[in-house]
């Protein structure tokens, strides 16, 4: 072979790391997400809204579906109805497991809202469409569509690839991962995992950006309560307490906790950096500069909440009578800490703030365990920049820190490697008319696949 010959070539060496026998066994991607989209339509119709919840009804129609492949899969219920199913296909033991997953309950819904039956799981116009299409059904369905091609072409592994289609991810944890957890550890134990949490973006129908999310902030709610004495309406008086947590509010939306960045953030701006416009790209490789962090906050809230701690009201409660001062009046507080945060430390800081004898701030919940953030050197996360090189040529991969909490958080804590990934045309999550694109359903199914592939397969 003549050296300009092996120049032009090179370069789709270095793009192919997977073997010719893998290669001659790719699936039917198209196939694959048509068939995707008649499991997740199918899967929509289950109404598995927690709570209560009745997960069992949506892991019993994965099973079955599963079994008639010859896939075994068990259910472990936490309580009657509060299903969790597993699946896993062998591998020849030389590493260990690979874990996906995706929750099968979902957020309630306001039927008189939704223009479409939000359990029929009708496709319109390049749209699937049903409570849970974004939030989590169809990262559910893309890890059922996996196992099912796995096992049909008989790829040959390394590790196990478990399939788990948690319960109670929405408001009851303690049916579902952390019922695994606790309960069922050794079924689904990993090296590494994949699951809700990232996400794709398009421009003129081309992927742009593949977010990989490898940590998520803490939730740990509070509540601030005004304390003063319930007296007639008609004689103001200073210790009124809605006057005391209403300045105590203010206080809080002033106070701006100081800028910490993490290994993923900093490497998230620095990448966004690389892709942005030269103005943008100015804030994103100055974000030590106070001016530069306050044009971001105006700019781009969601932005600014990657860089800091955030407080923010979500309920009021006060008074039971026109014209009676209460005695005592709350707020709850919907905080998210930085994944390190000294929280009992944030909430001296908080008082301080608020400044106030009469006002305490004590905390509220929190379900999710404090872990450190998952590599961005690890087989699995490299792996993913492969997979978004060969699917996606045009985009960049952003690694990412979520504001909002996903399972993932307890299987850092026993020390999984975990990743949220996700896909583009996923619409209306927790909201009215939620729906997933078909081609983006079909995209996930791809990467996700790609992905397992590259860190599961023998070579």
Known sequence: MDVKMLARIAPLLV???????????APDFRAAGEEAVRLLSGYLKIDTVNPPGHETRGAEYLKQILGREGISAEIFESAPGRG?????IKGNGAKKPVLIMGHIDTVGVEREKWTLDPFGGLVRDGFVYGRGAVDDKTMGTACLEVMLLLHRLKIPLDRDVIFLA???EESSTEFGIDFMVEKHWDRIAAEFSLAEGGGMSEQDGVVRRVVVTATEKLS??????????????????ADNPLLHLSTALLKLAAWRPPMRLNEVTRAYFSRLATISPPEEAFLYTHLEDPAVQEKIRARNPSLDALLRVTITPTITRGGFRDNTIPATAEATLMVRPLP?????????RMREVIDDPAVEVIPAWGRRPVAPPSGLGTEMFTALERVQKRLFPQAITLPAMA????DSAQLRAKGVQAYGIGTFGAIGAHGNDERVSVRGLGALVEFLYNAVVEVAATK
């Open 403 to 406: 504001t909002g909490t996903t």
């Open 84 to 88: 969790n199913l597993v699946a896993r």
């Open 166 to 168: 948690e319960a109670g």
């Open 15 to 25: 793009m192919l790391p997977l073997a010719p026998d893998l290669l001659a066994a």
């Open 340 to 348: 390190d945060e000294d929280v009992p430390a944030l909430m001296q």
């Open 220 to 237: 740990r709610n509070m509540k601030v309560v005004a304390h003063g004495v319930s007296a007639h309406g008609s004689v103001p008086r």
